[in-house]
Structure formats: structure tokens, C-alpha cells
């Protein structure tokens, strides 16, 4: 019998490779100032964190793809995506890092960059992808050239990095895509959307939510009012509370221009999985709404963490790839948003006491074997 090769840590993890890739432009990394290695070396930790939570979001998305998710595997999904929010925090902290340099220890390698751009981290671009980001709905760089075009080579070749994103462009639906097709096939109040008097069960639900609702901001009204100091203050308060209502009517009503009857049972599931969460058998699939607002979350703060470091290390100068730096990061940070409809549940949901009574609440409750 043949002696199996047994490795060493330094083979498996490939330590002298990775030590030998912090060389810049082609410069020997004992060249370069401590400052330009930690630079580099950052960033590289980046990529290898985004290559994580690509894997991650990927495993998650062909799981929501498949016709029917079963519950048990929804445990999995929810450790998915409690790994990528904490890959997300630790990028976060890598911030701090870069925040080590000073102002003039980062222009002393500055121009060396020109005219690359963090911008054409195609793994960055990839993630926002996948997760159901529009190309309509980007942000323009500042220049002539799209989003797409940033990442192509300096003659308008093609690139490592518009390959990957023009691979990621072709690779089937989205995160947000499959999660809504998941929470359109959801049972509201024991019913799917394919039943038998599906269209007046979720008729129901919604009337009897929106009365709920009703109450519950007619309450809080009243008890706003009493401490209104004039008449003008008073009508303030009537106009913003009325708003209210008006909001939640019209979110559980869309017309066909946001999607209509498909995207109004798509917003009542979310509505329902959340506010009925105690019952057993919404508890992952409610891990799995809280989890991704969690994601979007953090994510919004890396956008924002990035910004504020820029701002922090060079000013408000223009960006090395051409674009209005912070600004152009600023705005990012507000605009790329994916799950709007459950950010925006969070405004709609009342007290636990106040939801109404389900009519077929055994259907979420354990089941004997």
C-alpha cells in the first residue's frame, strides 16, 4: 500500500503565495512603503471576504430558486446569512486600518493608483448584482463612460473583471427575485395563492389589517393631540396620522405600474410572516426576513464606513477613477437598496395584541407525527 502525502498548514492555506502578492504594480513588496503594502493588503482582504459572501448569497439564491423550499432547509439558510453579516461587520472594521495612514502617507502612492477606482472591485459589483441591484437604478460614476465600461480595459478591451460581471449579468434570477416568488407562494392565513377563494381570503386578511391598523393610529392620535400645544399643531398631527393610513393602503393596494395583484400578496406575506411570528412554523421564515434586512443593513453601513474613511484620508477630492469621491459614495449609501417592501413593513406592523385574529391559526402550529 502506498503512504498517503500528508500536508502542512503552510500547504494547505498556501501561505508562500499569498505572502508573495503584496507586490503593487510588479514591485518587490520590500520596495514599497509600509503604508502602500497595507494598502494592498486590505484590499485584498476585501476580495477574499466578498468571494465568501458571493458563495454564501449564491447557495441561498438556488435554494429559494427550487419550486417548494422545505422548512428544514430554511435553518441552513438563515446560518448563510448570518455568516455573511458577519463577514460584512468585519469589513467594517477594516476600515480602521486604512484609517492608520495619514493624508499625506496615502498621496505619497496615490498617483500610482490613477486612474484605477474601488469602483472596479468586480466582486463588489457582482454581490449587488445578485442581489437584485437594477443597472437602471445605479448611480452615474461622474463620466462618459457606464457602469459596465468602467470595468473594461483602459482601450475598451475586455477585462478579468467585465468578464465576471458580464458572467454575473447572464446568471439566472436574482436574490430579491426568487425571495419574492418564495413569498408569493406563502400561505396567508392558511391560504396559497393557487387555492380555492385565494383572492378573497387575502381580501379579508388585508381589510381586517388595515382596520387594525386604523384603530391603532386613531389611538395613537388621540394620545398625540393631548399634547398639542395650538389648533395648528393639532392639524399638523391629523395630517401626518392620516398619512399614515393612507400609506399602508396604498402599500397593500399597489397599482399595476408597481406590480399589482403578484406584488400586493408579495407585500401581505411579508406583512403576515412578521406579525404573526410566534407561531412555530413561521419562526425560520421570519429569521430569514430579520436576516436579510440585518444583511441590507450592514451593507448600507460598509457603503456609509467607506465614505466617511475617504472623507477621513483625502478630503473631498475628486475620486483617482474620476468620479466625485465621497459624494458619489455618499449617494450610493442612500440610493442601493433592494428589500424596500420589508424595509417598509416595519412602518406597517402594530402591537402583537392588535393584529387580528387569523382564521385558520392551526395551520402554523406543530403537527404530530
Known amino acids: 500500500m502506498g503512504t498517503e502525502k500528508r500536508t502542512n498548514y503552510w500547504e494547505y492555506i498556501r501561505v508562500e503565495e499569498l505572502l508573495s502578492l503584496q507586490g503593487g504594480l510588479g514591485e518587490e513588496s520590500a520596495e514599497l512603503s509600509n503604508d502602500e503594502v497595507l494598502f494592498i493588503t486590505v484590499h485584498q482582504v476585501f476580495e477574499l471576504w466578498f468571494q465568501l459572501v458571493l458563495r ?43 484609517e492608520t495612514l495619514t493624508t499625506r502617507e496615502y ?21 449587488e448584482i445578485l442581489l437584485g441591484l437594477e443597472a437602471a437604478d445605479r448611480i452615474p460614476l461622474g463620466t462618459s463612460e457606464s457602469w459596465i465600461d468602467a470595468l473594461r480595459a483602459h482601450d475598451g478591451s475586455e477585462s478579468s473583471a467585465s468578464r465576471r460581471v458580464e458572467r454575473a449579468l447572464a446568471d439566472g434570477p436574482t436574490l430579491l427575485a426568487v425571495l419574492e416568488d418564495w413569498l408569493y407562494r406563502t400561505p396567508i392565513d392558511g391560504v396559497g395563492p393557487d387555492d380555492p377563494g385565494a383572492a378573497e381570503a387575502l381580501d379579508a386578511f388585508v381589510a381586517s389589517y388595515l382596520e387594525a391598523h386604523a384603530a391603532e393610529v386613531a389611538t395613537s392620535l388621540e394620545m398625540a393631540l393631548e399634547r398639542a400645544l395650538c389648533e395648528e399643531d393639532q392639524a399638523r398631527l391629523r395630517k401626518r396620522y392620516a398619512g399614515e393610513t393612507e400609506a399602508i393602503g396604498a402599500f397593500l393596494n399597489p397599482p399595476e405600474s408597481e406590480g399589482g395583484a403578484r406584488r400586493r400578496r408579495i407585500r401581505a406575506a411579508a406583512l403576515f410572516l412578521l406579525s404573526y411570528r410566534e407561531l412555530p412554523l413561521l419562526a425560520w421564515p421570519r429569521e430569514i426576513l430579520d436576516g436579510l434586512i440585518e444583511f441590507e443593513q450592514v451593507f448600507v453601513s460598509f457603503r456609509q464606513r467607506h465614505a466617511r474613511m475617504v472623507e477621513r484620508v483625502i478630503g473631498r477630492r475628486t475620486g483617482t477613477g474620476g468620479s466625485s469621491g465621497v459624494d458619489y459614495l455618499d449617494a450610493t449609501a442612500l440610493a442601493y437598496r433592494i428589500f424596500r417592501d420589508l424595509w417598509a413593513v416595519r412602518t406597517y406592523q402594530i402591537r402583537r395584541e392588535a393584529n387580528p385574529p387569523l382564521t385558520r391559526p392551526e395551520e402554523y402550529g406543530f403537527r404530530r407525527g
Open 56 to 98: 454564501e448569497l449564491r447557495g441561498l439564491r438556488d435554494l429559494f430558486h427550487a419550486p417548494v423550499v422545505e422548512e428544514q432547509a430554511l435553518s441552513d439558510a438563515v446560518r448563510g446569512i448570518r455568516r455573511v453579516i458577519t463577514i460584512l461587520r468585519r469589513c467594517v472594521d477594516h476600515f480602521e486600518v486604512i
Open 107 to 127: 498621496l505619497g502612492f496615490r498617483d500610482k493608483l490613477m486612474p484605477a477606482s474601488g469602483f472596479q472591485s468586480a466582486q463588489l459589483r457582482e454581490i
